[in-house]
């Protein structure tokens, strides 16, 4: 009996501890795995946009499926796995684009083959089927305290990798003869971008889920164009929305049971409905 | 020193060479203009000049630390994309306010920085690129086909404007035309190309130099030749009769003449 008391005692404790630092409610971890994914895709999602990349982002989040089925047969960590799988589908793509493939064909059958591929080998792991609409779909009412410094760790790189090369990067996707003749490499420019993609698609993976990462950086971009009149002033609506996006979300997966993903980007789609409303009226 | 010099340049695509033993050498202060045909490889040279075309052959030298500026052919940006004036002028490197209002209104744009670049005019747009050249103070400014798309009166006031630039700073400026009234007036030297150089000179030298004349399709005659060409586009030099007309053509019918 003074076992369980005692047990009992430091439950309490933990509990006491945990309300005071917050992070052990998983609301508010489901919250600030939002934010942080949001302080990634809003700039991100802003160079997706710019740059016509939208199947290219499909294609990258589709092969995350990919990556789950590797980390899970290799028993590697699932943000190991995802990133490994992202990275090389974001090679790859770069590289037949660069060589002149037919873009959009190329990643059309690149993003449904990777998600095809990846639903078959995933079904070769036991015991996975019941987790898979988790991959799918995405479940940020579950995210760990080790998942949320994955995802702010991730996202936080990405932000810098950003600012670092925020200036090239602007000038490489007006115009790639301007940035050379600048002195700059679009190559590495566009390198950048790719990394910083296979990153984006790893950290929000547990958020929003395969299917929908690529929603998660067009649409808060898309709800920002027509507010901004710079390209950081779109970046940064950008992110405001997708925080709000992820938080909108989160509530209504939590009050009606609905999975994370789909929530969140319904919610992102009703605020570009909202932003582009509000943008037409602003112009008259 | 000359700014930029190119020596025996081959370039190719795939297995064709699109300029071949190409040598030009640009010296501080002069207005070069080349001229050539579609296709003549005008664009890739300038590409190649740039060092953003990988050379079969040959080799480009620079003068140590050049500052160099470029006005592209066409600079679309993309609607999606929201940018002022004044944030497009510090691409890729950041410029003060007061630098930016002084860039805007030397090519006579004066208060224009918080404009959208998307909602420019043609003749607009194209300054505001060349001011955004003009930033780095440049040596060399480059500039490819920059009156694409306007008007003659346009076209006629961005080359005075360039000249005034070149006044100015000195700049020696290297531009791509198949604009031949203006380019004559406001060069000092021309380079023909068509694949490799054909000829080049003085305004006068070249517009009187055979290879020019077959390659404009102007047989022996004089502006109204030059005028029919543009119409037609054709580069054979025998679809024009000694009236400088194309008989062949019926949209320059005898009543048209």
């Not at chain 1, 591929?117 to 987790?131: C, K, M, Q, T």
């Not at chain 2, 890729?92 to 630098?99: I, K, L």
């Not at chain 2, 054709?234 to 030099?237: D, F, K, N």
């Given at each position: 009996?003074?076992?369980?008391?005692?047990?009992r005692?430091?439950?309490?404790?933990?509990?006491?501890?945990?309300?005071?630092?917050?992070?052990d409610?998983?609301?508010?971890r489901?919250?600030?795995?939002?934010?942080?994914l949001?302080?990634?895709?809003?700039?991100?999602?802003?160079?997706?946009?710019w740059?016509?990349?939208?199947?290219?982002g499909?294609?990258?989040?589709?092969?995350?499926?990919?990556?789950?089925?590797?980390?899970?047969?290799?028993?590697?960590?699932?943000?190991?796995?995802?990133?490994?799988v992202?990275?090389?589908?974001?090679?790859?793509?770069?590289?037949?684009?660069?060589?002149?493939?037919?873009?959009?064909?190329?990643?059309?059958?690149?993003?449904?083959?990777?998600l095809?591929?990846?639903?078959?080998?995933?079904?070769?792991?036991?015991?996975?089927?019941?987790?898979l609409?988790?991959?799918?779909?995405?479940?940020?009412?579950?995210?760990?305290?080790?998942?949320?410094?994955?995802?702010?760790?991730?996202?936080?790189?990405?932000?810098?990798?950003?600012?670092?090369?925020?200036?090239?990067?602007?000038?490489a996707?007006?115009?790639?003869?301007?940035?050379?003749?600048?002195?700059?490499?679009?190559?590495?420019?566009?390198?950048?971008?790719?990394?910083?993609?296979?990153?984006?698609?790893?950290?929000?993976?547990?958020?929003?889920?395969?299917?929908l990462?690529?929603?998660m950086l067009?649409?808060?971009?898309?709800?920002?164009?027509?507010?901004a009149?710079?390209?950081?002033?779109?970046?940064?609506?950008?992110?405001?929305?997708?925080?709000?996006?992820?938080l909108?979300?989160?509530?209504?997966?939590?009050?009606?049971?609905?999975?994370?993903?789909?929530?969140?980007?319904s919610?992102?789609?009703?605020?570009?409905?909202?932003?582009?409303?509000?943008?037409?009226m602003?112009?008259? | 020193?000359?700014?930029?010099?190119?020596?025996?340049?081959?370039?190719?695509?795939?297995?064709?060479?699109?300029?071949?033993?190409?040598?030009l050498?640009?010296?501080?202060?002069?207005?070069?203009?080349?001229?050539?045909?579609n296709?003549?490889?005008?664009?890739?040279?300038?590409?190649?000049?740039l060092?953003?075309?990988?050379?079969?052959?040959?080799?480009?030298?620079?003068?140590p630390?050049?500052?160099l500026?470029?006005?592209?052919?066409?600079?679309?940006?993309?609607?999606?994309?929201?940018?002022?004036?004044?944030?497009?002028?510090?691409l890729?490197?950041?410029?003060?306010?007061?630098?930016a209002?002084?860039?805007?209104?030397?090519?006579?744009?004066?208060?224009?920085?918080?404009?959208?670049?998307?909602?420019?005019?043609?003749?607009?747009?194209q300054?505001v690129?060349?001011?955004?050249?003009?930033?780095?103070?440049?040596?060399?400014?480059?500039?490819?086909?920059p009156?694409?798309?306007?008007?003659?009166?346009?076209?006629a006031?961005?080359?005075?404007?360039?000249?005034?630039?070149?006044?100015?700073?000195?700049?020696?400026?290297?531009?791509?035309?198949?604009?031949?009234?203006?380019?004559m007036?406001?060069?000092?030297?021309?380079?023909?190309?068509?694949?490799?150089?054909?000829?080049?000179?003085?305004?006068?030298?070249?517009?009187?130099?055979?290879?020019?004349?077959?390659?404009?399709?102007?047989?022996?005659?004089?502006?109204?030749?030059?005028?029919?060409?543009?119409h037609?586009h054709?580069?054979?030099?025998d679809?024009v009769?000694?009236?400088?007309?194309?008989?062949?053509?019926?949209?320059?019918?005898h009543?048209?003449?």
């Open positions: 009996m003074p076992t369980v008391a005692r047990q005692t430091r439950i309490t404790d933990i509990i006491m501890l945990d309300n005071l630092l917050g992070l409610d998983f609301l508010v489901a919250a600030l795995a939002g934010v942080g949001a302080l990634a895709t809003g700039p991100l999602g802003s160079f997706v946009v740059r016509r990349m939208a199947y290219f499909d294609a990258t989040s589709h092969a995350a499926i990919l990556g789950v089925a590797l980390a899970l047969a290799l028993q590697l960590p699932i943000g190991v796995g995802t990133l490994i992202a990275m090389a589908m974001a090679g790859t793509v770069s590289t037949l684009a660069a060589r002149g493939w037919a873009v959009d064909t190329t990643l059309g059958v690149l993003a449904h083959s990777a095809a591929f990846g639903l078959v080998a995933i079904s070769y792991v036991p015991g996975v089927r019941a987790d609409s988790t991959y799918l779909f995405g479940d940020i009412l579950a995210v760990s305290k080790a998942d949320l410094g994955f995802i702010w760790a991730g996202s936080l790189l990405v932000v810098a990798l950003l600012v670092w090369r925020w200036q090239a990067l602007l000038t996707t007006l115009n790639e003869d301007l940035a050379h003749a600048s002195g700059l490499n679009p190559d590495r420019e566009r390198l950048v971008l790719t990394l910083a993609l296979a990153l984006v698609v790893a950290v929000a993976l547990k958020i929003v889920g395969a299917l990462i690529a929603a067009i649409i808060p971009a898309a709800a920002a164009r027509g507010l009149r710079n390209p950081e002033s779109m970046a940064a609506y950008a992110t405001g929305f997708g925080a709000l996006a992820c909108v979300g989160l509530r209504l997966s939590l009050w009606q049971d609905t999975p994370a993903g789909p929530s969140i980007v919610a992102a789609t009703v605020i570009f409905a909202l932003a582009a409303v509000f943008g037409r602003r112009r008259g | 020193m000359s700014l930029l010099s190119a020596h025996g340049i081959t370039v190719r695509f795939g297995n064709e060479a699109v300029l071949s033993d190409v040598s050498a640009i010296e501080p202060g002069e207005i070069v203009t080349i001229l050539g045909p296709g003549s490889g005008k664009s890739t040279l300038l590409r190649a000049l060092g953003i075309l990988p050379l079969a052959s040959g080799n480009i030298t620079r003068m630390g050049l500052r500026g470029y006005v592209p052919q066409k600079l679309s940006i993309d609607r999606s994309m929201p940018m002022t004036v004044r944030r497009f002028l510090s890729p490197v950041r410029v003060g306010d007061a630098e209002t002084d860039a805007l209104a030397r090519v006579g744009l004066p208060g224009l920085e918080s404009r959208q670049m998307a909602g420019l005019s043609g003749g607009q747009f300054r690129l060349l001011a955004r050249a003009l930033l780095s103070a440049p040596q060399l400014l480059i500039l490819d086909e009156t694409q798309g306007l008007d003659q009166p346009g076209e006031g961005f080359y005075r404007l360039i000249e005034e630039v070149r006044r100015e700073t000195g700049a020696a400026i290297l531009m791509v035309s198949h604009d031949l009234h203006v380019v007036a406001a060069s000092d030297r021309v380079i023909c190309l068509n694949g490799h150089i054909c000829c080049q000179g003085s305004p006068v030298v070249v517009s009187n130099a055979p290879e020019y004349r077959a390659l404009f399709g102007l047989g022996s005659q004089g502006a109204l030749a030059l005028y029919q060409h543009q037609d054709s580069h054979e030099p679809l009769d000694a009236h400088g007309r194309a008989p062949t053509d019926p949209h320059h019918g009543n048209h003449a």
